[in-house]
């Protein structure tokens, strides 16, 4: 039997081939973390879920979160700010906590993402397959979770260089298996501890380990397919990301996506009136804190000109001080464009 051909590649986009190991081991926390929502209702019916379990789900799931928004994107992937070198390696271990994926792998699937956006080469824009109803309802899928098992990664080498070259970095990406152990590990030791029993620990994995994973796992991945579609786009962008204001809060402010396609480097997403962004107060916090530096908030006369609509031009935050700033943007290690 011969081999299946393999796709020619795209000029100016570079891939490795995926082994399928890896794609049993992504294929595992995709279905098991699912398999737990499936059995949420009935565990919990079952008198299985108590404040240590809700408590325990909370802090992982906030660490995990904040690690992928502020640590893993707009921190390491676009450079958004500077922080002293233990703030970054605690937010690149907090942003592992998510199990998406080492920290260069994840640099570089989005850096690629944002170089293709919505083009071919695009490692999971939804609209690969066309513009009728299936086509995009087939993309949909793809971009939420297919692009997963597509049996090809973005390089390292090319698209996060920065991360490979720094020590401390590059040391927390190849203990990434470490830490996906400890990720799911502490909340049942911890259960454990704080209830002093077998059920505390077994119940605080299900909890806080599986429930929360699913959760980090398919709100990030709807930025991806959702956020890419549904919505509406006041920004001008060269592809179809969208704002969608019902994943705000639980993407901690990812779901302001037209505007970070349009400014990628800002800091903050949510940049008209009424768009929370957890993430950017976050940010701010750490700034006053002395825990980020040269961050780089959005530009008030930059987003008018981007907008579609000038008339809207009233709606942008320019109460927020840090909007003032005029620092250009660089944008790190450049993909191929």
Known sequence: MTAAPTAPPIPGIVTEPMARGMKVTIGLFVAVPLIAVALAIPVAWGGWLGWTDVILAGIFTFIAAMGITVGYHRHFTH????????????????????????????????????????????????????????????GLLFAHVGWLFDGQQSSIERYAPDIVADPMLNGISRRFTWIVVA?????????????????????????????????????????NSIC?????????????????????????????????????TAARHGVLKGQIDVSAAIIKGMERLHLAHDVRWPNPARLAAKLKDPAMSHRIRGWHAGLATTKPAPRGPSPDK
């Open 183 to 223: 990720s799911i590990a502490l909340p049942a030791i911890l259960g454990g501890l704080i209830t002093w029993s077998w059920m505390g620990a077994l119940t605080a994995l299900f909890w806080a380990s599986l429930i929360r994973i699913a959760l980090v796992h398919h709100v990030t991945w709807s930025i």
């Open 79 to 138: 450079g958004s700010f500077k922080s002293p070198r233990w703030v970054s390696g605690a937010l690149a271990i907090a942003g592992s906590m998510a199990i998406e994926g080492s920290l260069s792998q994840w640099v570089a699937d989005h850096r690629r993402h944002h170089a293709r956006s919505d083009e071919e080469g695009d490692p999971h824009s939804p609209w690969r397959y066309g513009t009728s109803h299936r086509a995009v309802a087939k």
């Open 228 to 264: 890419h579609v549904y919505g509406n786009r006041p920004f001008t962008t060269r592809d179809r990301s969208t704002n969608n204001r019902w994943l705000a809060l639980p993407s901690l402010g990812e779901s302001w996506h037209n505007l970070h396609h349009a400014e990628p």
